[in-house]
C-alpha cells in the first residue's frame, strides 16, 4: 500500500507560514531575490526576515494557480519581456505589473507588497536582470546581486571561492548601509549552520531513494523541497528536515515507498514539469515506472559529495560534518556558504559539460535506472535546456532514453500530445531492455 | 576614374569580413599561430603576447540546419551560427580556440567545438565575472589571467614577459585609438564615409593582425580626415542591439527609399568591442588589462551595479545620442537573445524622455530583407513628420 508521508502537513504549513508573512508582517523587513542565493548573510540583520524567492514562488504558484499564472505571463509579455524569456522570470514580474500576488495556499492579495530590498544571485543571463526589472518597475528598490560564478566543480576552486566570498562579505556590508542596522555575526553564524545543515540533510534524504522501492517519488521529491528553498536558514526549517529524514530512513528500513509499484525507474533532467502536466506523471504511474531520481529535485538546493577523483558522487554528506563546521569568524562562515552554494549539483553544467555527463553517469548507475529522461526546459538557459541536447547523443546507446522539450511554467511552449507519444515509446524501450537482460 | 585611396582600402576590410576563414588562413599559411576566439571579453592582449593572433569566430550567415541536433533551437541564432563554423571544419586549422566565460548561449556554442568539433585538445575557458562592476571583479580577472597566460606559456613553449605584455597592449590600444577616430567622423552633419564602411572596418579589426590592421586605419584616416562629406546627408539612424555582424544589415538601412545616414552601432561586434583603453606602462600588466576590460561598455549579460542594481550600458546608450544625434534608433538584436531584450524594455522610457522614436529588427541566421525592408520604410515615414525625408 503507499505510503503516506507524515511530515507533509509540517511541511506544508511552514511553506505557507513564509509566504504570509512576506505578504502581511507589519514590521521587519521584506527581501527578495532568487532562491538560488545564499541566504545566511541576511539573518544577520536580524530574525524579522520575511523572504520571496523568485524560481520556487513561480514554480509553487503555477501549481496553485494556473489562471493568475497564465495572465502573470501575458502580462509581462505585453509590457514587452520576449516571448523566449525565463517564463518564470516573466510570472513573477506578471505579478508585479498586475500589482498583485497569490501563494501557495490558494490567496490572492491586491497591491504587490514592495521588498525593502533585492539580494540576489547572477549565474544566467537573465537571473539579475529579472530582478533589475522588477526594481525598475516598483521605483528603484535597493539591489544587491552577488555573481555566482559556479560550474565544473567550483566550489573547489579557491580562486573562485575567494571571489564568491569577497562579495558576499562586500554583500554584507551594504546590507548594513541600506538598511541602517546593525549586523549580529552570531546570528549570522547560526543561520549559515542552519542552511548548510537543510541543504545537507536534503541531500540525505534523496541519497535514500537508491533502496529500491525508492521511498520517495518525482512528485513528493518536488512538494518536500520548496521549504528548503524559501527560507532554510531559521531552526525550524532544519527541525523539519531533520524529522523527514528520521522518517523516510524507518521507510526504507520498513520496504515502503509512496509509489510502491516501481516496474521502471528512472533518472530525469529537466524542470517539474510532471508538476504542471500531470497527465505526464500518469503515463509513467499506469505502467509503474516512477521517477526515483532528478537533478532539479535534488541539486536545485541540496548538497552532495560531487566530484571526487575526477567524477561525480551522489553519496551524502554526514550531517554531523556540518555540526564540527568552523564557523567562529565572519569569514569562516562566508567561505563555508559560498563552497556549500558553489557546491550545488544543478550549477555544476552550467558551461561546463563534463560535469553534467558525469552527474548523469552517477546517477544512472547509483541509483539503478532503468531508463533517462531528458526534458530541455525551453526558457531555461542553463544545463536545463541545452546541456540535454549533448546528453542525449551520449546516452542513447547505453540506456533508454527520451527527450523532449518542456518549459518551467509555460504550458504553451509544450507539446503534450508528442511529449505523451514520446513517453510512451520511452515505456516500449525500457520494457524491451528488461526482457533483453531478463 | 581612378579609385581613391580610402576606396581601395575599405575593399580590403570588406574582402576580410566576407571571407574572414581565408584571411584566417593565410595568416596559418605565413607560418603564424592563430587562435579563435568566441568572445570580446577575451584578453587578446596575452594571446598577442605569446605570438598568437587572435581571430574572431563569427556567423558565416548561412542557412544552415546542422547545429540544432547540438545546440537547443531556443538558443540564440549567432551561437548556432558559430557552432557551425566548429561542426562544418571551417576553422580546423586553427591551432587554439579560446572563450572568457559570458553569455551562456555562447558558452554552448564554444563546448559544441570542444566536444564535437575536434577541439577538445586545443582549447581553454577562461573564467570570467558574469556581473563586470562587482568590486572583486578585478582579482578575480588577474587571477583567472594570470592562469591563462601559463596555460600559453606552455602552449608557446616560451615565457610571456611584461614587455611582450605592454607592447601588445600598446598595439591593440593604437587599434581602438583609430578605430574611436574614424566612428568619430560618423558625427559630423556630412560625414566624408558611410556607417556601413565605418562598421565594416570595425568588424575585419576583430579578425586581423592588429599591426596589419593598424596601417590600414591609418591610411584610411588620412585620407578622410580633412575629406568633404559625401553629400545629402539623410535621416540619422543608430543602431543598438547584441551581436549583429551582417553588414548586409547595415548596408540595406543606407539603401532604402529614403536617404538615411547609419551614424552609429552600439553592439559588441562593433563600437562595444574597442570602446575603452587598457591603461598603459603599469607595472602590474594583467591588472591593468582587468581594468580595461571592467570600463568598457557593459555586455547586457554582465551589467548590473551592486547596491543600485543599475544598468550602466544604458549611460552609455544615452551619452552616445546625445553626442551622435541620430533622429531614430534601430534595436537589432539575435533572435533567442535573452539579455538584450531585457535592456530594451529599460531603455524605451529613456528614448521617449530624449524623443527618440525606435523599431526593433530581430535577426536571424540570415537576413529577410525584403521584411526589414519594409519595416524600416515605414518607420521612415513615421519619422516624416519629424525629420524631413529626401
Ligand atoms: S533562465 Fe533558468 S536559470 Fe535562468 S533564471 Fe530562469 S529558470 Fe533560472
Ligand atoms: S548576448 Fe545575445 S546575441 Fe550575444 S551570444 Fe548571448 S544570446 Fe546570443
Known sequence: MAYAVKAWNDFKTYQNGCYRDYLYATEGLRVMGSTWSALAPLKGLGDDIHLIGGEPHAASLAGTLPDESRENILAAEIAGMGFHSCSYLKLFTGEVIRDKIGITDGTIKEGYPRPDLIWTTHLCNQHSKWYQEVSRRLGGVPLFPVDMIGGGNAEKDPKIVNYVSNQIEEGINWLQKVTGRGYSDELFAKAVRNEIKVLVLWGNICALNRHAPAPLDERRLIALFPPAIVDRTTDESVRLYETLFEEVKQMVATGQSVAPDQRFRIVYFGIAHTYGHPEMARILRDVGAEIVASVYTFGTCGNFKGIVNGEWSWDPIDPKWVDELDLSTRRKAITELAKIVLGWPTWQGVRSYWALESMARAMIKEFNADGLLLAPSRSCETDFRNGYVGLQRIFKSKIPTIEYDTDQVDVRQMDLPGAQRKTELFVHLMEAAKRRSA | ?390
Open chain 2, 1 to 390: 576614374m581612378a579609385k581613391k585611396g580610402s576606396d581601395t582600402v575599405i575593399e580590403r576590410f570588406r574582402s576580410i569580413t566576407e571571407n574572414p576563414q581565408g584571411y584566417a588562413k593565410s595568416l596559418h599559411e605565413q607560418g603564424k599561430l592563430v587562435a579563435g576566439y568566441m568572445c570580446t571579453h577575451v584578453p587578446e592582449e596575452i594571446l598577442y603576447a605569446a605570438g598568437i593572433v587572435p581571430v574572431r569566430i563569427l556567423s558565416p550567415h548561412v542557412s544552415q540546419a546542422m547545429t540544432r541536433s547540438y545546440i537547443h533551437e531556443t538558443y540564440c541564432s549567432f551561437s548556432h551560427d558559430c557552432a557551425y563554423q566548429g561542426l562544418s571544419h571551417n576553422y580546423d586549422f586553427l591551432d587554439l580556440i579560446t572563450t572568457s566565460s559570458s553569455c551562456i548561449h555562447m558558452g554552448e556554442a564554444f563546448n559544441v567545438w570542444v566536444r564535437f568539433a575536434g577541439f577538445e585538445g586545443k582549447s581553454y575557458l577562461i573564467p570570467y565575472p558574469h556581473i563586470i562592476e562587482t568590486k572583486p571583479a578585478a582579482a578575480f580577472m588577474k587571477e583567472s589571467y594570470g592562469e591563462f597566460k601559463k596555460f600559453l606559456e606552455g602552449f608557446v613553449k616560451k615565457p610571456i614577459t611584461d614587455e611582450d605584455i605592454e607592447k601588445a597592449i600598446k598595439v591593440y590600444n593604437q587599434t581602438r585609438r583609430l578605430l574611436k577616430r574614424l566612428w568619430e567622423l560618423l558625427r559630423r552633419e556630412d560625414p566624408p564615409i558611410s556607417g556601413p564602411d565605418v562598421a565594416t572596418a570595425t568588424l575585419a579589426s576583430q579578425f586581423m593582425d592588429k599591426q596589419e590592421c593598424n596601417k590600414l586605419l591609418e591610411k584610411l584616416l588620412k585620407n578622410l580626415e580633412a575629406a568633404p562629406g559625401k553629400g545629402a546627408p539623410g535621416v540619422r539612424l543608430m543602431v543598438s542591439g547584441g551581436a549583429c555582424d551582417d553588414i548586409e544589415v547595415l548596408d540595406l538601412l543606407e539603401h532604402l527609399d529614403y536617404s538615411v545616414n547609419l551614424i552609429f552601432v552600439d553592439s559588441c561586434t562593433a563600437t562595444r568591442y574597442f570602446w575603452f583603453e587598457i591603461p598603459e606602462g603599469r607595472a602590474d600588466k594583467l591588472t591593468a588589462i582587468a581594468e580595461g576590460y571592467i570600463s568598457r561598455i557593459p555586455c547586457p549579460s554582465k551589467d548590473n551595479v551592486p547596491g543600485t542594481g543599475e544598468k550602466k550600458r544604458l549611460r552609455y546608450v544615452q551619452q552616445f545620442i546625445e553626442e551622435f544625434k541620430p533622429e531614430g534608433l534601430v534595436f537589432l538584436y539575435q533572435r533567442f537573445c535573452s539579455p538584450q531584450p531585457h535592456d530594451i524594455v529599460a531603455m524605451r522610457p529613456i528614448l521617449d524622455k530624449l524623443g527618440v522614436p525606435s523599431i526593433d529588427l530581430e535577426l536571424d541566421s540570415t537576413v529577410p530583407v525584403t521584411q526589414f525592408r519594409t519595416q524600416l520604410e515605414a518607420f521612415l515615414e513615421i519619422l516624416k513628420p519629424v525629420v524631413p525625408l529626401e
